[in-house]
């Protein structure tokens, strides 16, 4: 086993190649509208680049899953870090609609492969402190967005082009690529960690209950974030500050969410994040000008934990799914938004077309296509009230069970 300078500089490592992955999300969000106008892509056509990202990110995390045991988390690494550089490349070079279509499932698949090796590398590099850890990981996720999305906003701001803020991904990517040379990952027993084994705990209902939930945060938390210019384009506030606000929260507040989950117990603060999640994407399709930023402040505080804290429910929950059952949990939920990314797309056009049709301004019509699109996304959250209270309900009513059982 690593001694503790060996773990620290692979969590590093680990954290540096997920603010790659959190940059491609941010910094696509933030040139969408130039490829769209470069091209001439339509919304819907942009979705299916979207959803490129969200496809290959499932395939590379349920693939990556399978096979964890049998290679290791440095291999997933290395593979994540050849399919960030060439998908990156291939962006920068691309020339229409295929050319986004391959490099950015590329880029959507490097982005899988850091999940999947690197949330169960951390799982069991810090076993005594496992929520915690991956909390702190999960920083750099909205963190790297804060990152991408300031540099974006600048960026398009002084005249860079969209190739210009691709290409400043390559820096942390080439980063982490050298890291990969040095870094000494420790080696884990075989015997006691099988695919075959967490795979016969994959059918167990409270997982498959997990993985419905998954695709509804993602898609709540993701789906939303995602579209963030097109939607908010015309609302008063600047879509990329606002992207950088609530990302920036969501960093703060993962990186202290050791006590609140501790305070709540991870379904009470899924609970609480679906009902603030709820409240704030109702408010972002009524507000205008810098009232978006007040709803922006309550959809960040709802969508903070969600991610992390399905994977924690899954580790503290359905503990024998092990490196499987936390990449296809997450897997799932990318796989989803990628399903919904064209849906989202075409609903903007059609709302947009809607709004055109009933004489309304170019800059009115954006404005009514975005909150309609929202007011359809709200009912993702609002499912997940009404799914996190019976799991609130269920998880707390077994362990009165459990200890009514102990001190018998």
């Known amino acids: 086993m690593n001694n503790n300078n060996d773990n620290q500089l692979v969590f590093r490592l680990c954290c540096i190649a997920l603010v790659v992955t959190s940059m491609t999300f941010a910094i696509r969000a933030g040139i969408l509208g130039q490829l769209g106008q470069q091209f001439g892509l339509s919304d819907s056509e942009l979705g299916w680049v979207n959803a490129m990202a969200f496809l290959g990110f499932p395939i590379a995390t349920m693939l990556g899953g399978a096979i964890y045991n049998a290679i290791g988390a440095k291999k997933l690494l290395v593979l994540a870090f050849a399919c960030h550089f060439a998908g990156l490349a291939l962006t920068i070079s691309a020339d229409g609609f295929w050319g986004l279509l391959v490099s ?50 600048a960026m398009t701001a002084s005249g860079f082009n969209w190739q210009w803020q691709v290409a400043l991904i390559l820096v942390p990517t080439l980063i982490y690529g050298a890291m990969l040379l040095k870094a000494n990952f420790p080696e884990f027993d075989r015997a006691s960690h099988s695919t075959t084994h967490n795979l016969r705990h ?21 789906g939303t974030q995602q579209w963030i210019e097109r939607i908010l384009g015309a609302s008063g506030a600047s879509p990329m500050v606002i992207l950088a606000l609530i990302t920036g929260l969501m960093a703060i507040g993962r990186y202290f969410a050791g006590p609140i989950v501790h305070r709540f117990n991870p379904t009470g603060v899924l609970l609480g994040s679906a ?26 505080l709802g969508v903070t934990y969600f991610w992390p804290t399905m994977l924690g429910c899954a580790a503290e929950y359905t503990p024998k799914t092990g490196a499987l059952g936390m990449s296809l949990l997450g897997g799932a939920g990318m796989f989803a938004v990628s399903l919904w990314n064209p849906v989202i797309g075409s609903w903007i056009d ?45 998880i707390n009513k077994n362990k009165r069970a459990d200890k009514a059982t102990q001190t018998i």
């Open 104 to 153: 950015t499932f590329l880029i959507g698949f490097a982005n899988g492969s850091v999940e999947a090796g690197c949330n169960p590398l951390i799982a069991e590099m810090y076993h005594k402190n496992t929520t915690t850890m991956l909390n702190r990981f999960h920083v750099w996720f909205p963190g790297g967005i804060v990152i991408g999305a300031l540099a974006s906003n």
């Open 350 to 394: 059609s709302a947009r077309s809607d709004a055109l049709a009933a004489n309304l301004s170019s800059s009115e019509s954006e404005l009514a296509a975005g909150q309609a699109v929202l007011e359809k996304l709200l009912v993702f959250p609002t499912i997940l009230i009404v799914a996190f209270l019976a799991l609130y309900l269920i």
């Open 202 to 222: 994959l059918v167990s209902p409270l997982y498959l209950f997990l993985v419905v939930c998954m695709t509804l945060t993602a898609t709540t938390e993701l």
């Open 275 to 300: 009902v603030c999640a709820t409240a704030g994407v109702f408010l972002l399709s009524q507000a205008q000008g810098p009232w978006v930023y007040v709803a922006a402040v309550l959809f960040a």
